[in-house]
């Protein structure tokens, strides 16, 4: 009896506070089977409010901003968290596709085609095959598509 009267207490405390005795939180986790891939959009979400007692572990995307947009790495389960681990940036340029290479060094701008040999999200380096000499590069991946070769 007295435990629950100091309960009592300390949440009436905690709310005259302005604080929450039990604050809660919310989650977003798949609704459906997302498969390695494929881009997880708002639809394949749904909001979840935990209980109070709850832990969410660590290393674990809950935010919807960190999950739309997202690919999967692997098979993401309806009802269970999502590991940062299993997401990717989806890619900017796919493997096998024309390009357009770029370095700028200076005042000098030298601009050629070639075919990427890997995918790649934007900021990741990758390497490109020269459609005219064979050479391969690598260089970084740009937000529009281009790859920047060497350093500017």
Not at 30 to 40: A, D, F, K, L, S
Not at 67 to 88: E, F, M
Not at 118 to 129: E, F, K, L, T, W
Request: glycine share 10%; proline share 6%; hydrophobic share 50%.
């Amino acid at each position: 009896m007295r435990f629950l009267a100091r309960t009592a207490a300390l949440v009436a405390f905690a709310c005259l506070a302005g604080g929450s005795a039990f604050a809660q939180e919310i989650v977003f986790i798949p609704n459906r089977v997302i498969y390695p891939g494929e881009t997880i959009e708002m639809a394949s979400l749904k909001e979840v409010t935990l209980k109070p007692d709850r832990i969410i572990p660590p290393g674990v995307v809950i935010s919807p901003a960190e999950l739309d947009g997202k690919v999967a790495k692997r098979t993401l389960l309806p009802g269970r968290y999502v590991p940062a681990a299993a997401l990717r940036e989806a890619w900017v340029v796919e493997q096998g596709a024309a390009v357009q290479m770029v370095f700028i060094a200076g005042g000098l701008t030298i601009s050629a085609t070639g075919v990427t040999l890997q995918p790649g999200a934007a900021g990741d380096m990758v390497r490109v095959r020269n459609i005219d000499s064979g050479k391969i590069l690598s260089g970084i991946v740009m937000a529009d598509g281009s790859i920047r070769i060497g350093t500017s």
